[in-house]
């Protein structure tokens, strides 16, 4: 009964967002998280709660203030009379995940954190991942900036965690996206079944892309990809 009221509250909040952090991509994350977490030892509770609240504070939809003190996730934990011991652990789940935090070298240390960490950048890859990358640069678009491709500006590659929360930066584009981030993802996965799951949603990117520039004439983006993935693996 918990998990359902807390659902209806995430979905009340989120349900205006369209830069693909809404109230689907929640239930998404919270479904792959609950199916990462059926062979574990794990509390459950802990796991679902802590999916569907991880974006409740998201600093690109409600600023740093509510992103440091997780304000929404502990009002709506607050209002349907989660346990403290529980709530507790579902902040340090949600303090310790996200993508600019790896780059500043923070990682969820229990293995619900490390599930709905997985379930939360897997859907940041693959299908749907490309969709919600393409999403929110076109809720991003404004007149004479183009968020979607230039074949004249390359990704940084190794952006640092301040560069990665810049909304101003040259290179931040829906194709540059793939390369400073989601084609990095598979290699951050923390469960085995994560893991898995990345490989697949990883070679449906690779295939995009390769196409998306075979179709746009950019054999030296070809060239670039393929490159970076050598240099990855190497």
């Known amino acids: 009964m918990i998990i359902d009221n807390v659902l209806i509250d995430v979905e009340h909040l989120l349900n205006g967002d369209k830069s693909g952090h809404g109230a689907d991509h929640v239930e998404r994350v919270y479904i792959l998280a609950m199916n990462l977490a059926q062979n574990e030892n794990v509390n459950k509770d802990v796991v679902?709660?802590?999916a569907l609240l991880h974006d409740v504070d998201d600093y690109k939809l409600f600023g740093e203030e509510n992103?440091?003190?997780?304000?929404?996730?502990?009002?709506?934990?607050?209002q349907n009379k989660v346990d403290e011991q529980t709530s507790i652990q579902v902040c340090e789940i949600i303090s310790h995940m996200g993508y600019s935090k790896y780059l500043q070298g923070i990682r969820p240390q229990t293995i619900e954190g490390k599930i709905v960490s997985d379930a939360d950048m897997l859907e940041a890859i693959g299908a749907m991942g490309t969709i919600r990358c393409l999403a929110y640069a076109l809720d991003k678009c404004h007149s004479g900036t183009?968020?979607?491709?230039?074949?004249?500006i390359r990704p940084e590659i190794d952006?640092?965690?301040?560069?990665?929360?810049?909304?101003?930066?040259?290179s931040d584009n829906f194709i540059n996206h793939f390369f400073e981030k989601m084609l990095k993802i598979k290699d951050l996965m923390m469960t085995e079944a994560g893991k898995k799951e990345a490989l697949i949603r990883h070679q449906f990117m690779l295939d995009f892309l390769n196409e998306f520039f075979r179709e746009n004439d950019c054999p030296e983006w070809i060239s670039f990809l393929k490159n970076y993935e050598m240099k990855k693996s190497a």
């Open 48 to 50: 679902a709660l802590a």
């Open 67 to 78: 992103a440091q003190n997780l304000t929404n996730a502990k009002k709506i934990m607050h």
């Open 146 to 152: 183009n968020q979607i491709f230039d074949r004249n």
């Open 159 to 170: 952006i640092s965690a301040e560069d990665y929360k810049k909304s101003n930066r040259k």
